[in-house]
């Protein structure tokens, strides 16, 4: 059992501080984050800018209740609504994400221009649908999964609706299910959450639930058989599915994360398991658990093995799943308590605060500079680091802001 970490109040407040310290002032008394700290302009996106920072102000806002973190929140929503003109309209990158910040904005604090500029927002990326599809990517993080999942967080049924059939148009079959095309001229196929077949099985799922449409959520169980027949299983205790098929240069074959490991993929098996509890879909989750927890992860055992910190390919995606899975009452808190004495030794403290830095190991040096946004930085860190410490203190463990591919129960 691992030794349970100090109070990591005292990471989060700092941790606070530098990425509030990161950002610009805009027009109208905005505010907003750029990429990195180093940049001359802001950015806009749910994965790496103005838009994640918003999300995990919410969150600071509701567990500490500061009332500066509410405010900042609102600036950060005023430069957001600003900037309808993006030429993306995908969930993490693109006017999708700037949405579901601008809705999340409306829903914790009742700001009704946040909530009128998130309509508005949607009402462009449905605008830009040709009749077939929005742009040449079907999956998560820039395509049709993410327009679905979140217009559905945002509160747009119809347009995710819209996106889950265009989804649906786009599935190619295969001896064990369904598949996409992740995206056009791309040679090889992806499998996970971030840009692959798990990614878009969640958004049929959700959508479909929602929508009382059980061709879409039947269509998402097709693609997770697809998925499934991919298991390297570990003589049936653990779940892992490769990168890429065949592998993309320059890639792991193995991830362990939310992006292309069982983290994200024990998230779509805890959503069908909460559509259809008796069919084996905990199991699925368990197994996804036992090998994340095997994998040598928080250890950077050699070049190139977990060399992140943040919420995207890192060690705060799977403390969320951590928490999630104690939340679900299928794991204690030891590994949370691993993952999260991991963060403390690896972060940066000073009197500008704390933040991290990843690892390009075959970079000299190798040490990347600290972001402040959800992906690879603090604002992703610390959303976990805010659940995690209320769960340590008894308080329930849930968010302010539900995230648009994590189920909650």
């Not at 209740?65 to 509410?70: L, P």
């Not at 690892?359 to 604002?379: S, T």
């Amino acid at each position: 059992m691992s030794e349970v970490p100090g109070d990591s109040t005292d990471l989060i407040e700092p941790a606070l501080e530098w990425m509030i310290s990161s950002a610009r002032d805009g027009e109208r008394g905005s505010l907003a984050w750029p990429e990195q700290r180093s940049d001359a302009q802001p950015a806009a996106s749910l994965y790496m800018g103005t838009a994640g920072v918003v999300v995990t102000l919410l969150e600071a806002h509701h567990t500490l209740r500061v009332e500066r973190y509410a405010e900042l929140a609102e600036r950060g929503a005023r430069w957001l609504a600003l900037q309808l003109d993006d030429e993306e309209s995908g969930l993490y990158l693109g006017l999708t994400g700037t949405a579901f910040a601008l809705f999340a904005v409306e829903q914790a604090l009742g700001d009704a221009e946040a909530g009128k500029a998130s309509r508005h927002a949607l009402d462009i990326v449905r605008s830009r649908f040709d009749g077939r599809r929005w742009n040449v990517f079907t999956e998560l993080l820039y395509g049709h999964a993410g327009i679905a999942l979140g217009a559905l967080a945002a509160g747009d049924l119809d347009l995710a609706v819209l996106a889950s059939d265009a989804l649906a148009s786009l599935a190619e079959p295969t001896d064990a299910g369904v598949h996409w095309t992740v995206w056009e001229g791309l040679g090889s196929r992806l499998h996970n959450m971030a840009h692959g077949t798990v990614g878009i099985a969640y958004a049929l799922a959700a959508v479909g639930n929602a929508a009382g449409r059980t061709d879409l959520v039947e269509l998402a169980r097709a693609a997770t058989r697809d998925v499934l027949s991919l298991s390297e299983d570990d003589g049936g205790d653990g779940f892992i599915v490769h990168h890429s098929d065949p592998q993309l240069e320059g890639s792991e074959r193995y991830s362990f994360g939310w992006c292309h490991g069982p983290t994200g993929d024990a998230q779509l098996f805890r959503l069908l398991g909460q559509l259809q509890p008796e069919a084996g879909w905990d199991d699925l989750v368990r197994r996804c658990w036992r090998t994340v927890t095997h994998s040598g992860i928080p250890q950077r055992v050699r070049p190139g093995f977990w060399d992140n910190s943040g919420h995207c390919c890192g060690t705060a995606g799977v403390l969320a799943l951590a928490l999630d899975l104690c939340s679900d009452g299928v794991a204690g808190l030891d590994f949370a308590d691993t993952l999260v004495a991991d963060l403390q030794l690896r972060a940066t403290v000073d009197a500008n605060g704390a933040r991290w830095s990843n690892v390009e190991f075959r970079n000299q040096p190798p040490e990347l500079a600290p972001q402040p946004g959800w992906a690879h930085g603090n604002a992703g860190i610390i959303r976990e680091l805010l659940r995690y410490s209320g769960t340590v203190h008894g308080v329930p463990p849930a968010y302010r802001v539900p995230w648009p591919d994590q189920p909650v129960r």
